[in-house]
């Protein structure tokens, strides 16, 4: 059985999704001797923040042009897929669920399979072994173990680190990894789990976006002229589609949405309570419904509602922002 360690750098985290720009791994035999490590450096295809290169947030292991002067992510799929789900081993990272959205977000950009594989977070490994109510930093816990820190945020050395850290684990139980895992099974997280809270993601950013650029498409009917509507947390995320597509319907007869609870007229509440309710409670200017009736006054069955696909809206939105140019 061989332990694979990896890690995975971005040029942005613009709208949730992260634009890798490093792939890094240490692959070692069940005694933690390195077979293998490699940096795999790749054209993120998107501009890097203003934060990674300032020195504000992190700084990256390589000159942006080197990363600029490479193959983009779709060309290196087949090799990291290959390097991720070989058998017989066992996959790690630090704080992995970061890693792991940010290969089904660029899995999602480039219109490429998600590369499936079962993995393991030495974050949460320690944070459990440690008995702790915090998860660390990598540079905090090769600290805290005496382990020489390489060069932050380049990718091969963070996945070292990352072995270190659970070979000192291993030593100081004196356990193979694969009893230290079954020690503290929380460590172990799943694929489904991690799609699943990328797809809600997704919408989410998707629904900002919608916001910002929704427009009348109808304006035959002002039923809502002036009426502003704000909806609480709980009914935009119980399905953001069909949040949009409800909005759509209020800025289709005239009336508008808001998030800022302060300037609506009509505040929808959803089951249980959020920030945006407790400030609608405290004004009396604004009427308080339920979002039952509130399909009603837009002759609207919740229930039945086709979610607005937010994605082509949005695509379409950009095509005539283009031609209007």
Same mark, same amino acid.
Not at 137 to 156: P, T
Not at 257 to 262: A, G, H, I, P, R
Not at 270 to 291: E, H, M, Q, V
């Given at each position: 059985m061989n332990y694979l360690f990896f890690d995975i750098e971005c040029a942005n985290c613009d709208n949730g999704m992260g634009k890798i720009c490093s792939f890094g /791994?240490? @692959?070692?035999?069940?005694? $933690?001797? !390195? !077979?293998? =490590?490699? %940096? +795999?450096?790749i054209n993120p295809d998107a501009k890097f923040s203003y934060g990674v290169f300032s020195k504000k947030y992190i700084t990256l292991g390589y000159p942006q042009s080197e990363f600029l002067k490479q193959p983009k992510f779709d060309e290196m799929y087949? @090799?990291? &897929?290959? !390097?991720l789900t070989k058998p017989n081993q066992i996959v790690l990272g630090h704080a992995v669920d970061n890693d792991v959205n940010f290969l089904l977000g660029d899995c999602d950009r480039y219109n490429l399979p998600i590369i499936e594989f079962d993995f393991f977070d030495s974050q949460e490994l320690y944070r459990v072994y440690t008995n702790s109510a915090l998860h660390k930093?990598?540079?905090?816990?090769?600290?805290?173990? %005496?382990?020489?820190?390489?060069?932050?945020? &380049?990718? %091969?050395d963070d996945a070292e680190m990352t072995m270190q850290v659970v070979k000192t684990m291993c030593k100081k139980q004196g356990l193979?990894?694969?009893?230290?895992?079954k020690k503290y099974p929380t460590s172990n997280h799943k694929m489904s789990h991690l799609i699943k809270k990328h797809k809600e993601r997704k919408q989410y950013f998707l629904f900002k976006q919608y916001l910002k650029a929704a427009k009348r498409q109808n304006d035959k009917d002002n039923t809502l002229e002036g009426k502003v509507f704000c909806f609480s947390r709980k009914v935009e995320s119980l399905n953001y589609g069909k949040a949009a597509k409800l909005i759509q319907k209020v800025i289709d007869?005239? #009336?508008?949405? *808001? *998030?800022?609870? *302060?300037t609506a007229l /009509? $505040?929808? &509440? #959803? =089951? #249980?309570?959020?920030? &945006? @309710?407790? =400030?609608? +409670?405290?004004?009396?200017?604004?009427? !308080?419904?339920?979002?039952?009736? $509130?399909?009603?006054?837009?002759?609207?069955? /919740?229930? *039945?509602?086709?979610?607005l696909n937010m994605e082509k809206y949005l695509a379409k939105h950009k095509k005539t922002k283009k031609s209007h140019k």
């Open positions: /791994y240490v @692959l070692c035999d069940s005694s $933690f001797n !390195i !077979i293998e =490590k490699k %940096d +795999l450096l087949p @090799l990291i &897929r290959e !390097i930093n990598l540079s905090a816990i090769c600290q805290e173990l %005496d382990i020489a820190v390489g060069n932050a945020h &380049r990718s %091969d193979e990894l694969a009893e230290l895992l007869l005239g #009336g508008s949405y *808001t *998030t800022d609870v *302060t /009509y $505040f929808v &509440r #959803g =089951k #249980g309570g959020c920030d &945006r @309710l407790t =400030k609608a +409670l405290k004004d009396s200017n604004i009427s !308080i419904i339920t979002l039952g009736a $509130f399909a009603k006054m837009l002759n609207t069955n /919740y229930a *039945t509602l086709a979610p």
